[in-house]
């Protein structure tokens, strides 16, 4: 099956302990994207790569590391958790200019 | 920075009506709209839009988009309750020439509520 894994699905932390989210997809899609989804603010764009070792920010980079050294795989890293991380977190992946398939959304809580 | 504006934020109507939901954007180096939507769950995708006036269909819902007045709708005709959604609104940018793409900024969202 067709699909973007992302674990872990739920995660409390607290601050300052470096935590990292897995993003996986088996579609053997070139673009991957992370997003932070808050209330009132919908989803913005925090990091996203073109393809192997291609990564570029979106509108909300700052406090967040990526890296792509394989294709299927897209991990979030947080390095300092801060509580203005909380979030819903997305990662998504498509073929070049395709539709974009969606994980099923990490919540993180940092207190 | 690159805009989306979505309007309206929130409508509800009963079940039967036909929805017309709004996108305006600014963005430097257009790409592609696309619209999603997004129940309580990941969001899923509906309509890429690169050209204009070409309309893009599936089944009830519909979209287009007009890239001199830089604004998208999504119609959604007949609506079900299975359409109460969040309608995201999204416009991708290309930069480096066109060689460089995927940066996406999304609108706040519709919140759509048919009543049966």
């Known amino acids: 099956e067709a699909q973007v894994t992302q674990n872990p699905r739920y995660l409390i932390t607290v601050t300052g302990k470096k935590l990292t989210v897995t993003c996986s997809q088996n579609?053997?899609?070139?673009?991957m994207s992370w997003y932070r989804q808050d209330p009132g603010l919908g989803l913005r764009q925090i990091y996203y790569s073109m393809n192997v070792e291609v990564t570029d920010k979106g509108d909300v980079p700052e406090g967040y590391k990526v890296s792509r050294k394989e294709k299927r795989n897209f991990p979030l890293i947080l390095e300092s958790p801060s509580p203005n991380q909380t979030s819903l977190y997305f990662c998504?992946?498509?073929?070049?200019?395709?539709?974009?398939?969606f994980g099923p959304g990490t919540r993180l809580t940092v207190t | 920075e690159d805009k989306v504006v979505q309007s309206p934020l929130s409508l509800v109507v009963h079940e039967g009506d036909t929805v017309t939901l709004n996108c305006s954007y600014e963005v430097t180096n257009f790409r592609s709209l696309l619209w999603y939507k997004q129940e309580k769950k990941a969001p899923t995708f509906l309509f890429m839009l690169?050209?204009?006036?070409i309309e893009k269909k599936s089944g009830r819902l519909s979209s287009i988009l007009d890239k001199k007045e830089l604004f998208s709708i999504l119609n959604i005709t007949a609506t079900q309750t299975g359409d109460s959604a969040v309608y995201l609104c999204?416009?991708?940018?290309?930069?480096?020439?066109?060689?460089?793409?995927?940066?996406?900024?999304f609108g706040q969202g519709t919140i759509l509520t048919v009543h049966p």
């Open positions: 690169t050209s204009s006036g």
């Open positions: 998504a992946s498509s073929s070049y200019r395709g539709e974009q398939y």
């Open positions: 999204a416009v991708e940018a290309s930069y480096a020439g066109g060689t460089s793409y995927g940066k996406l900024t």
């Open positions: 579609m053997n899609h070139e673009y």
